[in-house]
T-cell receptor, first 112, second 113 residues
Framework: GEDVEQSLFLSVREGDSSVINCTYT??????LYWYKQEPGAGLQLLTY?????DMKQDQRLTVLLNKKDKHLSLRIADTQTGDSAIYFC????????????FGTGTKLQVIP | EPEVTQTPSHQVTQMGQEVILRCVPI?????FYWYRQILGQKVEFLVS????????KSEIFDDQFSVERPDGSNFTLKIRSTKLEDSAMYFC???????????FGQGTRLTVV
């Protein structure tokens, strides 16, 4: 079954890069997602990658996938105070009804 | 940009009462989901719905829960007799055919007192 693990907390200074890490267990054809949740708000899909890709870049966001180690990371360049939020790594198996399995979430604190 | 909308944003109910949480998924989406997030915990899958029937459900989704798509646009989650431990944020999500992205609503915070 699917299981997704993340570290709970990350603190960075404004302007630095943030790297949020995640490990997943499912070895099927998988989509891997990063969602952002601001305090009291919903889940915003930031980006996703398919498990046959190594990297995806979208403006300040870079997703790296190490398939061998089942390790996913999200790098946020030039981190801003508005990036402070909880970031959820998630996966779903391609095909079928594709429920999303979430990690525990990493709380990113950006220090001005 | 199309979005998933949920109402109400916050619902307070007494233990034992029935509640209905409402969602309007993105039009032309075919797959619908409910998730919940107990305060401070991870987001948990409850149920998926496709072609007017439940396609998958978790252990959490017991006989107290039901889902319905009554009119082709709304998607509802009913809890028949709420318990204190049902207090959580409930998220609705929808997904298009052959599309990997699941889009989530802003959530309904349910407080059972």
């Amino acid at each position: 079954g699917e299981d997704v693990e993340q570290s709970l907390f990350l603190s960075v200074r404004e302007g630095d890069s943030s790297v949020i890490n995640c490990t997943y267990t499912d070895s099927s054809s998988t989509y891997l997602y990063w969602y952002k949740q601001e305090p009291g708000a919903g889940l915003q899909l930031l980006t996703y990658i398919f498990s046959n890709m190594d990297m995806k870049q979208d403006q300040r966001l870079t997703v790296l996938l190490n398939k061998k180690d089942k390790h996913l990371s999200l790098r946020i360049a030039d981190t801003q105070t508005g990036d402070s939020a909880i970031y959820f790594c998630a996966e779903s198996i391609r095909g079928g009804y594709q429920k999303v399995t979430f990690g525990t979430g990493t709380k990113l604190q950006v220090i001005p | 940009e199309p979005e998933v909308t949920q109402t109400p944003s916050h619902q307070v109910t007494q233990m034992g009462q029935e509640v209905i949480l409402r969602c309007v998924p993105i039009s032309n989406h075919l797959y619908f989901y409910w998730y919940r997030q107990i305060l401070g915990q991870k987001v948990e899958f409850l149920v998926s719905f496709y072609n007017n029937e439940i396609s998958e459900k978790s252990e959490i989704f017991d006989d107290q829960f039901s889902v319905e798509r009554p009119d082709g646009s709304n998607f509802t989650l009913k809890i028949r007799s709420t318990k204190l431990e049902d207090s959580a944020m409930y998220f609705c999500a929808s997904r298009g055919d052959r599309e990997p992205e699941a889009f989530f609503g802003q959530g309904t915070r349910l407080t059972v007192v």
